[in-house]
């Protein structure tokens, strides 16, 4: 196995006795006895960063992005509860990624295991980066692609927008979202709104899928990683596009379609 930096986070928090790692929403996560230390993500909600959040307390969370904001970052929705943000592509030194780690996993670990620790190992620096198309796909040849064809479908629909959410394009009809355009894990997907019942028929196929939080409103989300129909995503951002337009729009949607 290649010495990645997912590798060099793994051995970073895994030493560390009866810490276990799990996939939570997607990213990895690193835990002691239920309570999570750490996470390792990678262009969380399009912020383009490698990183692991560590549970650091508010008083270091403070003190280490005061000194030093290229490395450190406070993390959304976590950040507030005392969590740090470190970057792992800036050239941080990996025996000051383990020391934080060690430090989170002593704020969650029974009192009886942080007292057993023996010194921090040595941790190897990752052989090998990730490339920046790696880190966002849709920097690469093939999301530009797919991104040229989402956004001249929806630019051919009445008062659309291009703006952004959660981190990736999105496309509005007035200030309601309609589409979107995202990657995580390598995939790109695009997402549209289609009803519960053809969510369930859609599904059949493998490259779509049911996606967290918005998928219970009647979103569906599908692969384009292989390659994107043009015809089938006119088709769903058409659809979606209808259910969330005001009545001008359509109007100006049904005009346009007579002409």
Known sequence: MQHDTHQAVREVCLWLPEA???????????????????????????????????????????????????????????????????NLDKGLAWKRIAD????????????????????????????????PDAVDPLRSARGRA????????????????????????????????FAMARCADGRLTASFWVGALQQQLLTADPRYRIPPYRGHAGWIDVEVSAGCDRAEMAALALQSYRHFALKRMMRNLEDCASK
């Open 20 to 86: 276990q790692e799990s996939i939570s929403h997607g990213s990895h996560s690193f835990k002691i006895r239920r309570k999570t230390f750490a996470y390792y993500l990678v262009n969380h909600h399009g912020d383009g960063r490698v990183a692991l959040w560590v549970n650091a307390g508010y008083d270091l969370q403070q003190s280490c992005v005061a000194s030093d904001s290229r490395q450190f970052f406070v993390p959304p929705y976590v950040g507030q509860r005392g969590w740090l943000g470190v």
């Open 100 to 131: 934080l780690a060690r430090a989170a996993y002593e704020r969650c670990a029974p009192a009886a295991l942080a007292r057993g620790l023996g010194a921090t190992p040595a941790i190897k620096p990752p052989r090998r980066t990730l490339r």
């Open 146 to 177: 797919f991104l040229k064809v989402l956004r001249g479908i929806c630019a051919e629909l009445p008062e659309v927008r291009e703006g952004r959410q959660f981190g990736y394009p999105a496309w509005q009809a007035g200030r309601r979202t």
